[in-house]
């Protein structure tokens, strides 16, 4: 467990009070995820985080610096999560209908409904912040190289054809983003099945195995 000891200044008598950073990042994160950047204010933050402004400034810097250490902590989880999800699907046709279905299980959980927190900043935040292109930028590659990752080995069980791996990994990565961002307009479980059901459509055009 990670613990931050609060300021001097902010210290009651007896022992010092520390709290839980990575729960308190937990909390903060799903308050950007649910809110956007921009609606998030530092009070916003500070009563989420149960922690007064000072304190919260030397734990994690200002507003800008605690987005980018909770975004650079997401896109990490995400891709971990995703290799991990990934690595459970197989190596034929069907791991790609597993996947299908991971996304859709993804987008009905409890932050689901918010859309992908990097996509979102991306939409929120993209022709701003030169640094928060860079973070969306990173976030894709990582995505998208693991989503070709697991259609190569799709293509070498021979259930895709291998000189069509880039395009349908393009294809997957489309799906992934339009899902995510028609998720964060509102769109509910049956709209996003629709969704999920013609990629899984798409993907068995895919096939070329016996």
């Not at 010092?16 to 609606?39: H, I, M, N």
């Not at 507003?63 to 980018?68: H, I, Y």
């Not at 927190?117 to 969306?136: H, I, K, Q, R």
């Not at 349908?168 to 998720?183: C, D, E, F, Q, W």
Request: with cysteine; charged share 20%.
């Amino acid at each position: 467990m990670s613990t931050v000891e609060a300021p001097a200044a902010t210290r009651g008598r007896g022992r010092p009070r520390t709290f839980d950073e990575e729960a308190v990042l937990d909390t903060l994160t799903s308050l950007f995820w649910a809110q956007g950047y921009g609606s998030t204010s530092v009070a916003d933050i500070a009563e989420a985080a149960q922690l007064n402004k000072s304190s919260l400034y030397n734990a994690f810097g200002s507003k800008q610096e605690l987005f980018n250490r909770i975004l650079d902590r997401y896109i990490s989880a995400r891709t971990e999560m995703l290799g991990g999800l990934i690595a459970q699907t197989g190596s034929g046709i069907g791991a790609l209908h597993a996947f299908l279905e991971m996304v859709r299980s993804e987008t009905t959980l409890e932050m689901g409904h918010c859309g992908c927190l990097a996509v979102n900043t991306s939409a929120e935040l993209g022709g701003e912040s030169p640094e928060m292109v860079a973070f969306a930028e990173r976030y894709r590659d990582r995505i998208t190289d693991a989503l070709r990752s697991m259609i190569q080995r799709v293509a070498d069980a021979g259930d895709v054809d291998a000189g069509q791996v880039e395009n349908h990994t393009n294809m997957l990565m489309m799906v992934i983003m339009g899902i995510s961002l028609t998720a964060r307009s509102g769109a509910g479980a049956a709209e996003i099945g629709r969704l999920v059901d013609a990629a899984h459509a798409n993907v068995d055009t895919w096939f070329t195995g016996g």
